[in-house]
């Protein structure tokens, strides 16, 4: 990052000393006034990544050629993109200072890529690769820097940052390169006033960030609601499952699983035991040992789950992870008796998790005996209850993190009254009711 910032001002040192000598500042001017509105309008994505539509107005920048480059292009990625939130001192000085060098290192590629094309004879297909050369090169330094940047100050990973952030915005990012283009020709040949007639597909490339956000945190927001849902029936498990999304997510990290798939056992490990929602609270919240028919009604929380699920169509693919989040690797597990790789990798990933976290945390019916003798337990029943891969992979997981690793949450607190307790609660307050004043 300071690589970064140190050849920005490198490029517009050497842009502007000394200053070229004939300037169409009123052209110059109007530039950075398209781009900062286009920037005072951003969308935080979810990996932390903030998107915006500079994207067009910098490269009609880049394409136009009657300003001195790179001198304008530099000076109208520095000043254009300075944002209400620069105003608002709501990003760290040295924050402001990177975001404003990565857009010029990134304007710059972009209007290198544009120069570099220009002596191909043939109007329509050099302007074409200009088009494809200079958006590349832009967005490649653009989204490289940012990502860089959010993956530092969140830390997440860069992997991580990527998919959230760019892969699913991808559209509204790239379908601003040609109208970037465009806009520059219009603005040199019809006039500037006739760029405002962009204003409405660069709302729309916004709107589809915009709603990529909304429709994640909603998506998000319901599969944790339904989450709690498990832990407030079951009084005794309270945070178990976010807990058993953290050291599951770990685990599919460090094996090198794709974002996607990473993101997939997370929420299969967060819904795990959903099936329990149609267990009877006798046996759910029975505080001892459960006889064998209990246990045979207990066990089928994992069809009852994968049931649940079923209908919607976003959570269909967490349904095999959910139904087979109790099978062991030699087979004896349940509901279907999968053996080795016939169980999804996921579950097989949750049922690691899932033991690890049970035997790790404080459970009605023993005291939690702690990591070394967990990871002894883990280790005795590898190739027997769990896949020996997964198993040894944890282990390398808390070796390099530590096991406090998992005890941090991005969750908020859970600060509300479990129904296990509410009931005890009810069921104590009516006992202690004055007869005189009830009714
Ligand atoms: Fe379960």
């Given at each position: 990052m300071i690589v970064a910032c140190a050849l920005g001002i490198v490029a517009l040192a050497a842009a502007s000393v000394p200053p070229p000598t004939s300037v169409n500042w009123a052209r110059l001017l109007f530039w950075i006034v398209i781009t900062a509105a286009a920037a005072a309008l951003p969308v935080k994505l979810p990996g932390g990544v903030n998107a915006s539509m500079t994207t067009a107005p910098l490269l009609a920048t880049a394409f136009d050629s009657s300003l001195p480059q790179p001198f304008a292009i530099l000076w109208v990625a520095v000043i254009g993109t300075i944002e209400p939130r620069d105003i608002r001192r709501e990003i760290v000085w040295y924050g402001s200072i990177y975001n404003k060098l990565s857009y010029a290192l990134a304007a710059y590629a972009g209007w290198l890529a544009i120069v570099v094309l220009a002596p191909i004879e043939g109007g329509p297909i050099r302007t074409a690769l200009q088009i494809v050369a200079g958006g590349t090169a832009f967005m490649f330094v653009n989204v490289t820097l940012a990502v860089l940047a959010a993956s530092a100050r969140t830390g997440q990973p860069v992997g991580r940052v990527f998919a959230l952030s760019v892969r699913n915005v991808g559209v509204g990012l790239v379908s601003q390169v040609p109208l970037g283009w465009l806009m520059a020709e219009i603005a040199q040949?019809?006039?500037?006033?006739?760029?405002?007639?962009?204003i409405a597909p660069l709302l729309l490339a916004r709107c589809s960030f915009t709603k990529y956000t909304e429709l994640r945190e909603l998506f998000f927001g319901s599969v944790s609601a339904l989450s709690q849902a498990i832990d407030a029936k079951d009084?005794?498990?309270?945070g178990h499952a976010d807990r058993v999304s953290r050291i599951a997510g770990a685990i599919a990290r460090e094996m090198g699983l794709s974002e996607r798939e990473i993101e997939r056992i997370e929420l299969g490990a967060l819904l795990h035991?959903?099936?329990?929602?149609?267990?009877e609270d006798r046996i759910l919240l029975k505080p001892a040992r459960l006889e064998a028919d209990e246990k045979a009604l207990m066990q089928r929380h994992s069809i009852y789950g994968a049931a649940i699920l079923e209908p919607s169509a976003a959570l269909r693919p967490l349904v095999p992870l959910v139904r087979h989040h109790h099978e062991s690797y030699d087979g004896?597990?349940?509901?279907?008796g999968l053996k080795g790789e016939e169980i999804p990798l996921g579950s097989r990933v949750i049922i690691v998790a899932d033991a690890y976290e049970a035997m790790t945390s404080d459970r009605i019916y023993r005291e939690a005996p702690g990591h070394d003798r967990a990871m002894e337990q883990l280790r005795k029943y590898s190739g027997i209850q769990f896949d020996p891969k997964v198993v040894r992979t944890l282990g390398q997981v808390i070796q390099k993190r530590g096991a406090a690793a998992f005890e941090q949450s991005d969750l908020p607190p859970i600060g509300y009254e479990t129904l296990a307790e509410l009931r005890r609660r009810l069921a104590h307050d009516s006992t202690d009711a004055d007869p005189a004043h009830s009714g």
């Open positions: 040949k019809v006039g500037e006033w006739a760029t405002l007639l962009f009084g005794s498990t309270r035991d959903i099936g329990k929602i149609g267990v004896s597990g349940y509901p279907d």
